[in-house]
């Protein structure tokens, strides 16, 4: 990233990085790293799509960066889970950083492609209940940090890079299928 475009990522996520709440996210481990390091490769992901695709730059560098902002681990609580943490992560994120309802929709909607997945293969995770209705990214940025979190995943997680790499061809597949135009 060149220093202009990385002064202006800076300018968008300052306040979050610099956050005590958001600074709590180094001590929960995810995908083989911490939540914190994660969540700052998706959203500089994003940041860069949003450039390429005219994405609204600030609410996908800030819905990138909290997308994951829940602090424990998926199995701590109902409201951690596989499936709905992306609402606690944005009702999180409201509380401390009075998110756009743009950045809290592309948050509540990140795990999209494996709400597909899920509806593919129904024995995957039996007790968590998804709707492809409720979890479809509604904006342009709700896809960007979509496909952010999923591309960052595959590079984090090493030792599953065969299965994500399914879900990944699959969930295109899908997509050719079911939403072609």
């Not at 996520?13 to 083989?32: A, M, Q, R, S």
């Not at 860069?48 to 005219?54: H, T």
């Not at 039996?126 to 999923?150: H, M, N, T």
Request: net charge positive; charged share 30%.
């Amino acid at each position: 990233m060149t220093k202009r475009l990385k002064c202006e990522f800076d300018e968008f996520v300052c306040d979050i990085l610099n956050d005590e709440h958001f600074l709590e996210t180094k001590k929960d481990l995810h995908h083989g790293t911490s939540k914190y390091e994660h969540s700052l490769r998706v959203a500089k992901l994003s940041y860069r799509l949003g450039r390429i695709f005219k994405a609204d730059l600030r609410s996908v560098s800030r819905a990138g960066l909290l997308h994951d902002f829940f602090l424990g681990t998926r199995k701590d609580s109902p409201e951690n889970s596989y499936l709905r943490h992306p609402v606690t992560a944005a009702t999180n994120a409201q509380k401390y950083f009075n998110v756009s309802n743009l950045e809290s929709e592309a948050i509540k909607t990140h795990m999209f492609h494996h709400v597909l997945i899920k509806k593919i293969f129904p024995f995957v995770n039996r007790e968590e209940k998804a709707s492809v209705k409720e979890f479809k990214p509604k904006s342009k940025e709700g896809w960007i940090i979509c496909a952010s979190d999923l591309l960052i995943s595959v590079i984090e997680c090493e030792r599953f890079q065969f299965t994500y790499a399914f879900n990944v061809a699959l969930l295109l597949l899908f997509n050719i299928i079911l939403f072609k135009n």
